[in-house]
């Protein structure tokens, strides 16, 4: 007879055609057959989901996962369908007849795993036709949802409580990738998790590469970013505003990529529209306001870009999350400026919020600016706000081209006194254009216009570039040693900081991003390095390079083959597992099945049209 343990490996790799658990799912696992509670910390693509499928094949009865985002749980019933795995949904998208027939198939026990929507599963017919059957688990997914404080509070969530009550026998296993205490602790408190198990992962996500670039043509730099390192590959680029969301659209449209605006502006059938396009087909680019990404599980995310500063750490966490879920090389790509800083900032002192809401607020982008101008690993960085300690990555801008550190204390008086004098010498101040102008000693002719060319500041800062200039007017207002009046045509003025550095009680070192040369050709196998993963494998080592025309050949197969399930592509196949067949050109069913992501029931349904492509495009 099988051992527990056995079974479980054994379900992971016929039905799912993995060779190995990652980080913690077999004790997740484990613990959930035995019938234990447990609360489980994962970051987004960590593999939660098996953590509650698989016990939900073992256990005898029905497993039972809420989940809040009706589009999401469709797609990952057809993808449990294609990995033959009985499976369907319960929610308002669905009409009377389909939903009549799926609650056939539950009393009939023809299902292993139903996703229920909670107001769906809170009505007291469904409690009933669930109290009657047996029942293997309850999944309660984004868990976090019933966080009162969080922005994805459901007020359905906190009445989840009452399963606790109704299913006392019944394991309960709740999942988030939100990673912080607060929301832990409301989370056990509020679903009457009191005995529970939390299991806490790694929130590193070693396979996306960090970079922060300085702003100066941000769609040019996009599309270069684009054309050079992601051509007709999938992304997300965040905006601030909805009129941004929609130029940066439409400019990528002109120059040929294949990108759709997403904002709460547009009406609700766009919005579906063009997320439904995004998530089924290959290639595309969502241009979108950060109403765009909750529940958006496509995996082969190759980059998520932002042209704005996001508002706080976590917020571009989560954002960039969202890329390489499936473990491949992925990019956060961002760029900032000045005109960032002085915006936000300007907005929240705009805004009507209380004192300490506006504290916290402003203490929360401090955070976010540290960040882009750290000199150190980013992912460290990064990490360390969550609470995590680790060391460098390797995989970062910083790791890779290490900025260089220098002594700006000199430059910065030279900047001040500038904004200084020209203020006395016209009675109004200056913004950091003319500022620099002055420091460089161009005769420009708003320049002599105010007599500048004759104040002693003229000149006195030809040992930097304008760039280099308005990178240290960048740091310095990050860092409140100067501030730009947004009211007053965004005038440079100095504050109490800047006393301390002019009267040299201050050291200022300051970053200089050296020429980036990071940009990666199509690298598309997972990354090589020896970075783990949560779990502790290694990310990939794959070996040798892969055929690229047995790649494209079976990215068409799936596409069509897609298209005729109507369900998305990667719940066919994955990227990944395309790679692999492509690398490894099987030419046995059984070598096909030895491939990551192949599993027994895509093997008899797939498996020889694969053979084929691979027979044909190869050749032998
Ligand atoms: P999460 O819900 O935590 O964001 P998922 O459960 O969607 O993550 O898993 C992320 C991806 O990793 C999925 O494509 C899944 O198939 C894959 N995956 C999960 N566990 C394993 C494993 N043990 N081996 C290989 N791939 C896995
Ligand atoms: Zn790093």
């Known amino acids: 007879m099988l051992t527990e343990d056995s079974r479980a490996r054994r379900i992971l790799s016929e039905v799912f055609g993995y060779a190995a658990f990652r980080g913690q799912q077999e004790q997740i696992i484990d613990h959930t057959c035995g019938g234990g509670d447990s609360l489980v910390l994962m970051p987004t693509g960590g593999g939660k989901s098996l953590c509650y499928q698989i016990p939900a094949l073992m256990r005898p009865g029905l497993g039972v996962v809420i989940s809040p985002l009706i589009a999401l749980m469709q797609d990952q019933v057809a993808a449990l369908r294609e990995a033959g795995v009985r499976a369907a949904a319960l929610n308002s998208a669905l009409g009377w007849p389909e939903a009549q027939k799926v609650e056939r198939q539950v009393r009939a026990g023809e299902l292993d795993l139903l996703y229920v929507a909670p107001e769906r599963l809170l009505q007291e017919r469904t409690l009933a036709m669930l109290g009657a059957l047996p029942l293997a688990l309850f999944a309660i997914d984004e868990a976090h949802c019933v966080s009162q404080w969080g922005h994805d509070f459901r007020p359905e969530y906190i009445q989840l409580a009452v399963l606790a009550e109704r299913f006392p026998e019944v394991p309960r296993i709740a999942l988030t990738a939100t990673a912080d205490a607060a929301t832990r602790k409301e989370i056990l408190e509020r679903l009457g998790l009191r005995e529970a198990r939390v299991f806490i992962s790694s929130f590193d996500r070693p396979n996306i590469r960090y970079r922060v670039a300085e702003k100066a043509n941000p769609r040019k730099q996009l599309l270069d970013f684009i054309n050079k390192e992601h051509p007709g590959e999938s ?13 940066v659209a439409a400019f990528l449209e002109r120059q040929g990529v ?13 919005r579906e529209d063009h997320q439904e396009r995004f998530i089924r ?17 496509k995996p082969d995310v190759r980059f998520v870009a932002h042209l704005d500063l996001p508002k706080s750490v976590e917020g571009y966490y989560q954002e960039t999350g969202r890329a390489g879920r499936d473990g491949l090389p992925a990019d956060a790509w961002m760029v900032y400026g000045l005109s960032d800083v002085v915006q936000l900032r300007w907005m929240l002192e705009q805004s009507e919020a209380g004192a300490d809401h506006k504290r916290v607020t402003a203490t929360k982008l401090d955070a976010m600016l540290g960040y882009c101008e750290s000199v150190e690993c980013r992912r460290v960085r990064l990490l360390d706000y969550f609470g995590e300690a680790i060391t460098p990555c390797g995989n970062c801008d910083n790791c890779l081209v290490p900025p260089e550190v220098w002594d700006g204390t000199e430059a910065a008086r030279k900047l001040m006194s500038c904004i200084y004098r020209c203020q006395e010498a016209s009675g109004f101040g200056f913004g950091a254009q003319q500022i620099i102008d002055v420091l460089l000693g161009k005769r420009t002719v708003k320049v002599e216009q105010h007599g500048h060319e004759r104040i002693s500041t003229f000149g006195i ?41 002019l009267r040299g009680d201050r050291v200022l070192r300051l970053r200089r991003q050296r020429a980036q040369a990071l940009g990666r050709r199509k690298e598309r196998r997972p990354v090589d390095t020896a970075r783990v993963a949560p779990s502790g494998e290694a990310v990939g080592a794959v070996a040798g390079p892969e055929n690229e025309a047995v790649y494209q050949a079976l990215r068409t197969w799936r596409m069509e083959t897609a298209r005729e399930h109507g369900v998305p592509a990667y719940t066919v196949f994955h990227d990944s597992t395309l790679h692999a067949i492509a690398t490894e050109l099987p030419r046995s069913l059984e070598a096909l099945h030895g491939v990551s992501g192949v599993g027994v029931t895509k093997l008899e349904r797939y498996g020889k049209q694969l053979l084929a492509i691979v027979e044909q495009t190869a050749g032998s």
Do not use: K
Request: with cysteine; proline share 1%.
């Open 461 to 501: 800062g030809a040992e930097l570039d304008a760039g280099q200039w308005r990178s240290v007017v960048r740091q310095l207002v990050m860092q409140r040693l100067i501030e730009v009046d947004h009211e007053r045509f965004n005038v440079l003025r100095l504050t109490a900081g800047s006393r301390e550095v």
């Open 281 to 297: 087909e290959d290639g595309r680019v969502m241009v979108a306001t950060i109403a765009f990404g909750m529940g958006i599980d």
């Open 235 to 247: 992304g997300i680029v965040y905006c601030l505003s909805r009129a941004t969301v929609e130029a």
């Open 258 to 270: 294949a990108a759709l605006p997403y904002h709460a502006g547009l009406d609700s059938a766009t």
